[in-house]
């Protein structure tokens, strides 16, 4: 069974940071790639970003490029999430996927295995 925990989030004002973490088990994580995806209320959940199974490809939103980036450490089973400059509009619940592809993916479908999520609030 897989398991992915969130941690990290909380309440920070803008243009503060955050550092994301999901810790992954019971996979072959350092095959797999993961992705960042958050939904806030009343939304649909969106990608955010994503990295491959070696960290080499990155893909990242246009509402967030240049202010997150996504990285892993394999010997950890862990992929972090280090968010700076952050806005009122990336206030959500932010989720980690993953699954048994290699490769980085932007689709919500794409993903079988998700972790219960971790609240991020920015304040004005």
């Known amino acids: 069974q897989v398991q992915l925990v969130e941690s990290g989030g909380g309440l920070v004002q803008a243009g503060g940071s955050l550092r994301l973490s999901c810790a992954v088990s019971?996979?072959?994580?350092?095959?797999?790639?993961v992705g960042w995806f958050r939904q806030a209320p009343g939304k649909e959940r969106e990608f955010v970003a994503c990295?491959?199974?070696?960290?080499?490809?990155?893909y990242y939103a246009d509402s967030v490029k240049g202010r997150f980036t996504i990285s892993r450490d394999n010997a950890k089973n862990t992929v972090y999430l280090q968010m700076n400059l952050l806005k009122p509009l990336d206030t959500a619940l932010y989720y980690c996927?993953?699954?048994?592809?290699?490769?980085?993916?932007?689709?919500?479908?794409?993903?079988?295995?998700w972790g219960q999520g971790t609240q991020v609030t920015v304040s004005s």
């Open positions: 019971g996979r072959t994580f350092n095959n797999n790639g």
């Open positions: 990295i491959s199974w070696n960290g080499a490809i990155t």
């Open positions: 996927a993953t699954d048994d592809l290699p490769q980085p993916r932007t689709e919500v479908y794409e993903y079988s295995f």
